[in-house]
C-alpha cells in the first residue's frame, strides 16, 4: 500500500537518508527501530510528504508519486501522528479532532463514532483544552486526530514515548485492532522493543540514515534482533 524504495533525504548540505527501503500492505504494520539521529523520523517526514527527499522512488496504492505535500499525502488518505503529539493545547479536545478532517470532502467531515469507541477518555473530556490533559490523554488524542480522516496509510512516530503503561497498552490495542481489520497499513517508529515486537510483521533497524536489518517478522530473530537495538543504544 505504501512503498519507499532506495530513499535519499538532503537537509541543505547534509544528507540524512541513505538508500532507504521500506513498504507496508493492508493489514500490516512495519516497526522502524534504532537509536536516536538514525534518521527515522526524517524517514517518516518524507512518506508524510513533509519533506522532499532527494531520490528514490515513493508508490501509493501502486501509484508513483512525484513531489507531493503533507496536504496532498493527507488527501490521498495518509495520516500522520508525529513524535511530541502536537495537539492544540488552548483547542478543546473536540476542536482538535475537528482540525484533521479539514483534507476530506465538505460532506465527510464528521467524528466517527468509533473514534469514542477506541479512545473513550476522549469523549469524557470533548470540551476540555487539549493542554490541561494529560500526557497519555494527549497521545491518544494525535492518534484520534489522524484516525478522523479514515486512513488507509497510517504514520506513528514514537506514540509509547512517556506514556505511562495502561495506556501504553491500550495504544497497542488499538493498533492491533487496526491492523487486524486489514484495510490500513501501519509504519511505526518504536524504541520500546517489545511493543514493537509484538505488533509488527515487518521491521527496518536503522542506523547513521540507512537500513542496517530488515524483513519479515517470521525470518527474523526475536534475541538478534534485540541484541542489535541494544548495542546501538550502548554505543550512542
Not at 537518508?17 to 493489514?27: D, M, N
Not at 493545547?89 to 465527510?108: F, H, Y
Not at 494529560?134 to 497521545?139: D, I, P, R, T, W
Not at 509484538?198 to 524483513?215: K, W
Request: hydrophobic share 40%.
Amino acid at each position: 500500500m505504501i512503498e519507499a524504495e532506495n530513499i535519499s533525504l538532503h537537509y541543505g548540505g547534509s544528507q540524512i537518508l541513505y538508500g532507504v527501503s521500506l513498504s507496508a500492505g493492508p493489514g500490516e504494520v512495519a516497526c522502524v527501530m534504532g537509536n536516536n539521529g538514525a534518521g527515522k523520523t526524517s524517514l517518516m517526514n518524507v512518506l508524510a510528504g513533509r519533506h522532499p527527499r532527494s531520490g528514490g522512488e515513493l508508490r501509493l496504492m501502486g501509484e508513483r508519486l512525484g513531489r507531493v505535500t503533507a496536504q496532498e499525502m493527507a488527501r490521498r488518505g495518509v495520516a500522520y501522528v508525529p513524535q511530541g503529539r502536537a495537539i492544540f493545547p488552548m483547542l478543546s479536545v473536540r476542536e482538535n479532532l475537528e482540525t484533521g478532517l479539514g483534507c476530506l470532502p465538505r460532506g465527510a467531515r464528521r467524528i466517527p463514532d468509533e473514534i469514542y469507541d477506541s479512545f473513550p477518555v476522549l469523549a469524557e473530556m470533548a470540551q476540555r483544552r487539549g493542554g490541561d490533559l494529560s500526557g497519555g490523554q494527549q497521545q491518544q488524542l494525535a492518534i484520534a486526530r489522524a484516525l478522523v480522516i479514515r486512513p488507509r496509510v497510517l504514520l506513528m512516530d514514537e506514540p509509547t514515548e512517556g506514556i505511562q503503561p495502561n495506556i501504553i497498552a491500550q495504544i497497542g490495542r488499538v493498533i492491533a485492532a487496526l491492523r487486524d481489520a486489514g484495510g490500513m497499513a501501519i509504519v511505526l517508529v518504536e524504541q520500546y522493543f517489545d511493543f514493537a515486537w509484538d505488533l509488527g510483521d515487518r521491521f527496518a533497524v536503522m542506523e547513521r540514515g540507512q537500513v542496517v536489518l530488515g524483513g519479515e517478522r517470521d525470518r527474523l530473530q526475536r534475541d538478534d534482533l534485540h541484541r542489535l537495538l541494544a548495542g546501538m543504544v550502548r554505543a550512542e
